[in-house]
């Protein structure tokens, strides 16, 4: 897992804002599991200050496995070899590449399963 | 400044329906580039980051061109341009590149250039090889601004700008810009 993707999880979240992400966790004997993850932030009801996180996580398919693990190999290398800044810079490269932002990027990822076999017949055109 | 290859004079064949995307900051160093931007160029992702984009700068190419370039998108207009850059082996190929621009939404100030490059096809190259050659001889034997006039000159003959010049020798037509705007958009 590149720190890049921490460092914005966080970074949304102490701000107060929910997201979602998607996480390569590691279980207790080494092996792992893929979750997309939803993040809600939930506030004190008085003091209107930040109380817990709650996380949702569900499966992802192999499309999404797939394009996901490639981009935080990326980033993770570029991390490693340059510094989280540039992480972050490049993760923001390939969001505009696609003119969408970190939010709609997660809602296709979310929504891949449907929109699979539309996605797989164009890109197949080019 | 980084060593550049020599080149070898060799021709890479891109695949045109392929984009070279990178973002760079305002100073033209490499933020981010896509993976067809480090197959072409043999450099990897690694060494492209934070290096500034001329080190894919061919030495045939008039400094006039890059000029252009500068001018129009640091005053926030797009511009179409045909380059020859040089890949890490020595090779070279030819692009016809598109802007993004990005600006601070606070500021308005300009914050990142994002550039789409698609393979230049054969009638474009052979149109501007020979231009760029003469300005590239005018810059050698006199200065930019000599071969910059020149240029201007040569479209002003024309009635065009160099944007307007170049999308009318390059744009694809039809179904195909359907098809090459929709795979910009495309995920």
Redesign the interface.
Known sequence: MPKTIFKILWDRLHRGLPLKVVIQNLTKCGNHYWAFTSIEVKRDRDTKEIRNFIAYRAPINNHAKELISTLYR?VK??EE??SLE?GI??L???L?????SYDD?ME?IENSANERGI?AK??N?? | MTQRPTPTGKEIRLDSKKHIVSKTDTKGNILYANDYFTEVSGYNKSELIGTPHNILRHPDMPKAIFKLMWDSIKSNQNITAVVKNLAKSGDHYWIVTDFDIQKDPNTGAIKNYIAYRQAASKKVVEKIEPLYKTLKEIEDKHDMEASFEYLTGYLQEKNMGYHQFIEELAKPTGMAAMFFEAMKKLF
């Open positions: 990326q290398e570029v070899k340059h540039a810079n490049f923001h490269g390939f505009d590449e696609k003119r969408l990027f296709k996605l164009l890109k055109i080019f």
